[in-house]
């Protein structure tokens, strides 16, 4: 199957890079410059760059780039705070405000033509999800030690058989139920925008989705972070 049009597919063809025409490329190469991982690539550059270009010098009395970033950290914080404790959205602020942002600007990103979502591939999501899963687990031992076993053996001893293996089971769904809930959301949008392109026309056809395709952005990666707030502290809780 042949890559789409992507902007930086291209510019990789010109300098003579070898582009995969398909999800991975075959060697190291290829697969270093597969889409998902240059528009990656991308959205971190976009997120490092454009805080430094807006906001500039922190001051006293905020401009209108500091004032956005204020609220928008701002906003983030309170929102775990009300569902993790100040403590715990303290401690896991840098790692969950990353991942709304990147999610975020990754979802939309692929709503320009020549661009693609990074979290439209599994294996994004799915590292994402990696990550999340280990932290909920180093957070549960972190705070109980040993004692965190209780959170998988169920309110009373004789039902320790039967709540287990359902508690490991349920904790192993999450890796899919995050990565692919992301993952098949994103595809379905990048895949129905392309097939209304080709059917519809360039513009008016797909600007319905598109507007669906922001909202779907927005509550994919707000759903995302939610769940692993859930996740951090439901582990870092006392088991009853």
Same mark, same amino acid.
Not at 55 to 75: D, H, L, R, S, T
Not at 80 to 85: D, K, L, Q, R, T
Not at 93 to 105: E, G, H, K, R, W
Not at 162 to 183: K, N, T
């Given at each position: ?152 053996? *169920? =309110?009373? &001893?004789? %039902? ?9 089971? $349920?904790?192993?769904?999450?890796? !899919? @139920? ?26 008016? *056809? =797909?600007? &319905?989705? %598109? ?9 994919? $990666?707000?759903?995302?972070?939610? !769940? @692993? ?12």
């Amino acid at each position: 199957m042949e890559h789409p049009i992507l902007f930086i597919s291209l510019l990789l063809e010109a300098i003579g890079l070898p582009v995969p025409h398909g999800l991975v490329g075959d060697t190291l190469m290829a697969k270093l410059v597969s889409p998902h991982l240059t528009y990656t690539w991308l959205v971190m550059i976009f997120l490092i760059l454009t805080p430094k270009l807006t906001m500039g010098k922190i001051e006293m009395i905020p401009g209108k780039g500091q004032n956005f970033w204020e609220a928008v950290v701002g906003g983030m914080e309170g929102f775990m705070a009300e569902n993790m404790g100040k403590e715990g959205a303290r401690m896991m602020f840098p790692m969950l405000a990353t991942f709304a942002l990147y999610i975020l600007v990754a979802n939309m990103i692929g709503l320009m033509p020549g661009f693609m979502s990074p979290t439209s591939n599994l294996n994004i999501t799915l590292g994402c999800t990696l990550i999340v899963f280990v932290t909920t687990h180093i957070l549960g031992v972190k705070f109980h030690g040993p004692a965190y076993i209780k959170h998988f053996l *169920g =309110p009373i &001893p004789w %039902l320790i058989p039967l709540m287990f293996p359902i508690e490991l089971i $349920s904790h192993l769904a999450r890796i !899919l @139920s995050l990565s692919i809930r992301l993952f098949g959301n994103i595809m379905a949008k990048e895949t129905l925008l392309g097939i209304l392109f080709l059917l519809a026309g360039a513009f008016f *056809g =797909p600007l &319905p989705i %598109l507007c669906l395709g922001v909202l779907v952005s927005v509550v994919q $990666s707000l759903v995302f972070v939610l !769940l @692993s707030i859930l996740y951090f502290s439901a582990a870092m809780e006392h088991a009853h």
